[in-house]
């Protein structure tokens, strides 16, 4: 293997300075185009690469942007980080990206290690552990250090940053609103996410629209600690926990508050012999894979993932290359959109 070159051997054997050689290096027009086609054969010949660590130093940016999840398996999350990556490649970033699988241990481990590493900015959502927590002294740390961050999707008030959210509750309210227009009257609202901030937002949208209307009913069930459960490929717990609820409450609709609750309806009214849509319909959040490939397809309530993963890239990315003193952190919102399909009549 060709050992490394650095930029002063380069300048020894070409008998030129390092200023000539780094000026010919990126085509400055003081250098005379003889000499930058000599420096360029020989970089070339050595297949030399700028150093990363010196680069960053004389610019004060490593160019790189440290993007924490709570888990990848969930196809919203894995839409968002192609966003986000797609943005920051566009812009000359990369990106170094870590999960905490919904450990509020770990995203103060991350935080810590990639604040060490001099990663430029977060771009974060937060994990189930932090919003159960409510700590968060890990951002305000870096607020102190002025290392801008972006949440986006599970976000907090209590830290003071730049926020990508969804219309969460005005989602929520639409898709139940939807039911009652097709005729559903006894709606269940089912949730293995009920201590995010997402899911209390779904909640009050449906309660609100449900409280609307005397002719319409709602029960709630909040399956507990299952996003843990299912992490660990244990979510049988899961499935009896729904199933029986199901058994033992006389509803004609539910609203999933997450793509797992309403996928593992649509699969327990099957074992129970209920017929989707004619005895319950079902409409869930985040037009994934199970909603695509349940049967009946899931009607869904599409969050633009990559969108916002887009959009919290782009915020960033504006922070970083337009400082401003005393900036005012704000919320943007991204409307969805109701997917029908094939579940709900």
């Known amino acids: 293997m060709r050992k490394k070159v650095t930029l002063k051997q380069l300048a020894k054997e070409l008998n030129l300075s390092i200023s000539t050689v780094s000026k010919s290096l990126k085509n400055d027009p003081e250098i005379s185009q003889k000499t930058i086609n000599r420096v360029h054969e020989l970089a070339n010949f050595y297949n030399y690469k700028p150093n990363a660590l010196a680069v960053s130093l ?30 920051a490649s566009k812009n000359g970033y990369k990106i170094v990206t870590c999960i905490t699988n919904e450990s509020y241990e770990k995203e103060i481990e991350y935080v810590e290690m990639l604040n060490y590493s001099s990663v ?9 552990e932090t919003q159960m927590v409510n700590k968060f002294d890990h951002f ?8 801008p961050v972006v949440m986006f999707d599970r976000v907090s008030d209590e830290v003071d940053c730049d926020k990508v959210i969804v219309d969460d509750k005005v989602a929520s309210k639409n898709a139940v609103q939807y039911l009652i227009d097709t005729g559903c009257k006894k709606i269940a609202v089912i949730t293995t996410i009920s201590e995010l901030s997402v899911a209390k937002l779904r ?21 507990k600690d299952s996003i843990i459960d299912v992490l660990a490929k244990d ?7 729904i199933e029986d609820f199901l058994e033992q409450n006389d509803i004609d609709a539910v609203l999933g508050l997450d793509e797992t609750a309403a996928a593992i309806t649509i699969n327990m009214s099957h074992k129970l012999g209920y017929k989707i849509p004619k005895d319950i319909s079902v409409i869930g959040f985040t037009d ?37 003193e005393n900036y005012k952190s704000e919320t943007e919102v991204v409307k969805t959109s109701l997917i029908v399909r094939d579940s709900t009549n």
Do not use: M
Request: net charge negative; aromatic share 6%; hydrophobic share 40%.
């Open 120 to 128: 430029d900015g977060f771009i974060v959502a937060l994990s189930q």
């Open 203 to 223: 909640l009050e949208g449906a309660k609100e629209v449900v409280h609307a209307n005397d002719q319409v009913s709602i029960v709630e069930l909040a399956v």
């Open 58 to 87: 004389k610019s004060n940016k490593t160019k790189t942007i440290g993007v924490i999840l709570p888990e990848i398996l969930n196809h919203f999350f894995a839409k968002a980080l192609y966003g986000i990556e797609q943005e």
């Open 235 to 241: 979510s049988n717990n899961v499935e009896k926990e």
């Open 140 to 147: 305000t740390a870096l607020k102190r250090d002025n290392v």
């Open 288 to 324: 994934g894979l199970l909603s695509k490939h349940s049967y009946p397809k899931l009607t869904t309530v599409s969050q633009h993932a990559e969108d916002l993963g887009a959009k919290a890239a782009q915020i960033l990315l504006t922070h970083l290359d337009n400082f401003v």
